[in-house]
């Protein structure tokens, strides 16, 4: 059973310590027995090809991917050429007691931060579900997280993400700036080595949409013009 959910802010919630000790061991567990099938990479930033800080992969039906020709779902790893694992179920029924939404994520994409990888502000907006909200665990060392408004210019507030913390925006804050400013280093035991996970759930196409990959490899004008960093 969750905790209390806190209202940081119109459509943004967050459970602090929803997963427990023996939960967050057992998804990491879930999520590296799937990495040898789609090994994290670096993205690279559209039109300039800058590799981004973090390294990323996906679980479910669509991964979220950017080069220079800019960002998009696809069904296949883009280095790998094959489909994407499927999402653990422990997250599967973790968005469903969180979201209450028709219908399941079809993208898991799992951002690995080491050393002084960070995200800059950006939006998540290359889905056609927008009424869904966005789901993001945190596993590992703690993240100062900044989450604003649909501004770019916008005030903003900032928050730590814990190992086990659970953060859900949508509504409103659907179209929210966020990102990590720092990950804040030996602040979890969790992951050999240090680092932090962000696994971010996101329902991509529309429930009545006919098959689930509807809309992959469709490309965003307006983010690839901003180049923003994702995740």
């Known amino acids: ?137 945190s596993l590992g060392d703690t993240a100062v997280f900044r989450i604003g408004g649909t501004s770019r210019r916008g005030p903003t507030k900032s928050l730590r993400l814990e190992s086990g913390d659970v953060l859900c925006f949508g509504g409103p804050a659907r179209l929210a700036f966020h990102g990590i400013d720092r990950v804040v280093p030996a602040t979890s035991g969790l992951l050999p080595g240090g680092g932090r996970l962000n696994l971010t759930l996101r329902r991509v196409t529309t429930p009545e949409s006919k098959t689930p990959d509807q809309g992959a490899d469709r490309a965003s004008p307006a983010l690839y013009a901003l180049g923003a960093g994702r995740g």
């Open 1 to 137: 059973m969750l905790p209390r959910a806190l209202e940081i802010g119109p459509g943004i919630r967050l459970w602090r310590e929803a997963l427990d000790a023996a939960t967050q061991r057992a998804l990491l567990a879930e999520i590296f027995a799937r990495v040898p099938l789609a090994p994290f990479y670096r993205p690279r930033m559209p039109v300039s090809g800058k590799p981004f800080s973090v390294e990323e992969t996906n679980f479910g039906p669509l991964g979220w991917i950017s080069d220079e020709t800019g960002y998009r779902y696809s069904a296949q790893h883009p280095q790998m050429g094959r489909p994407w694992p499927d999402i653990p179920a422990a997250l599967l029924r973790l968005w469903t007691e969180t979201t209450a939404y028709p219908a399941p994520p079809e993208c898991c994409l799992v951002n690995r931060y080491r050393g002084t990888a960070r995200m800059g502000l950006h939006q998540d907006r290359d889905e056609e579900a927008l009424d869904a909200p966005v789901l993001s665990v």
